[in-house]
């Protein structure tokens, strides 16, 4: 029998409060160590813990994104156990009745690796989240040569946990999920969800089984930093377990870690030491009642990124492939919704932001938010475009002016002269100077090769300088050599 794999995620997500978990101190990164700090956040004792309103709001607000339900109720527990980074030796967090249950994450196919998506096994997946709760984070240590420093202005942050189920059946399907959950962290503006800064940290659970028989014995990789590294390490572990199985070994339940530069999981301690964290009810927290919040966090969801894809594609006949990579960035997606509002041709705008906008960002090292063209600009070039008022390669040319500039398109075309010639008099006499100077070419056009009026069109461009409107050039062309 084959083995399969079951893989299972558990996401760490600093939210983005300005304060922290239970004290008033700041979140704030790269502040000199040990100056956001307080009695209650070194752990003194018997400093008492105030809850942070936003933090609870955002992880409701998290929850109404991914689908979840929020309980009438949650409260606070202590999770107790040796901490090197937390003096009071428990960390408060939610045990058994968290801020949301259930819910889950869709996987769009977009998410996947790109080179996975042409081969999705489980297209329009979604995968079953357990719970979402909150709690707060630990210090962060340094380590130096023969000592470690430990910097408190990141204890107390609050931290958003996501456990999905056990539903994942693949590293590619690993990846999807992360993409997709953080655009819409990103979107909810809870959290940069950026992996790097460790404010979206993962843990993976990874086992295997035969097909139908209960899921295999589990073994969790910690403290992912990267999505890419998250596919790579799950596709190790698969395999290792496999092998190991296949050889008869017996696998038993462990902590790995991943080294991304050997490319390879090593075990760090197995369950033998599992702990008993002796979870009880904070008593310096009340439960929380969360109606006291929900109505109005409701009237905060925002249009989420698959919502806004379908609605692209359905309002603005943009195809799924584009209407994603514009829905991939919040910011993105309201530059091309302010652009294709009052656009003749929607997908044309979409045509030119994906094109041209984006690489010129990219040369420039910009971002869409401080594109020097504003969407109603790029509106109005495409839209001279579409009315034949410049061609399209003309269009090149403003564009990269307006890039340059900021100046509108109108004003870049009159001071350049750029004006696209559509008088089909006009066109008439460059027409009929470029028939008598191609005497071969409009034989054979006449004898039935057809393709041989291009290159007397290309004759009246060049009359041009380029001005002639193609689409005239060639109805006008078609007239005076069927005479
Ligand atoms: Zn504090
Ligand atoms: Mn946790």
Redesign the pocket.
């Known amino acids: 029998m084959p083995l399969i794999p079951t893989i299972g995620l558990e996401v760490h997500v600093q939210l983005k409060t300005r304060s ?1 978990m239970f ?3 700041a979140v704030e990164f790269g502040a000199e160590p040990n100056t956001r ?2 009695p ?2 070194l752990g003194y004792p018997g400093a008492l813990p105030v809850m942070n309103r936003a933090a609870l709001e955002m992880t409701a607000l998290t929850g109404l994104m991914l689908g979840c339900a929020v309980p009438e109720v949650c409260k606070f527990d202590r999770k107790n156990y040796f901490y090197p980074d937390m003096p009071k030796n428990y960390q408060i967090t939610q045990y058994d009745q968290p801020l949301c249950v259930g819910g889950g994450v869709p996987l769009n196919e977009f998410a996947y690796p790109k080179d996975a998506q042409k081969s999705i096994v489980n297209p329009g997946k979604t995968v079953r989240l357990t719970r979402i709760h909150l709690e707060e984070d630990v210090a962060k240590s340094q380590h130096f040569e023969s000592s470690t420093g430990i910097d408190f202005n990141r204890a ?1 942050t609050p931290l958003m946990e996501i456990v999905s189920e056990p539903d994942i059946a693949s590293p590619e399907e690993a990846f999807a999920y992360l993409i997709a959950l953080q655009q819409i962290l990103i979107y909810g503006g809870v959290s940069d969800a950026d992996m790097e800064k460790g404010q979206l940290r993962c843990d993976c659970n990874v086992s295997v089984a035969e097909p139908g028989a209960p899921l295999g014995v589990k073994i969790e990789i910690k403290n992912m930093n990267s999505i890419s590294a998250v596919r790579r390490a799950v596709a190790y572990e698969i395999e290792r377990q496999i092998a190991a199985v296949q050889k008869g070994e017996r696998l038993v339940q462990s902590t790995r870690r991943w080294d991304d530069d050997s490319a390879q999981t090593f075990e760090m301690r197995s369950k033998e030491s599992a702990h008993d964290y002796r979870y009880f009810p904070d008593p310096d927290l009340l439960p929380v009642d969360t109606s006291v919040f929900m109505d109005e966090v409701r009237t905060r969801r925002p249009e989420l990124p698959h919502e806004k894809r379908d609605r692209f594609v359905r309002d603005f006949g943009v195809t799924p492939y584009d209407a994603s990579v514009l829905a991939s960035e919040k910011a993105l997606a309201d530059y091309f919704d302010a652009a294709a509002k009052s656009a003749r041709k929607p997908k044309n705008v979409a045509n030119w932001i994906i094109n041209d906008l984006l690489s010129a960002l990219t040369t420039a090292e910009k971002t869409i938010v401080d594109c020097p063209i504003s969407a109603h600009a790029l509106d109005e070039l495409v839209n001279l475009i579409d009315a034949g008022t410049i061609s399209s390669s003309q269009g090149k040319e403003v564009f990269a002016a307006m890039f340059a500039t900021g100046a509108p398109a109108a004003q870049i075309v009159e001071e350049r002269g750029l004006k696209q010639e559509s008088d089909s008099g006009a066109i008439e006499a460059l027409c009929q100077q470029a028939i008598a100077n191609s005497p071969k070419a409009v034989a054979e056009y006449k004898a039935g090769k057809l393709q041989a009026i291009n290159s007397v069109k290309g004759q009246v461009m060049k009359l041009s300088q380029g001005k002639a409107n193609p689409v005239v050039v060639s109805q006008v062309l078609e007239k005076l050599l069927a005479e």
């Open positions: 922290k004290c008033g101190c700090v307080c209650v956040c107390g």
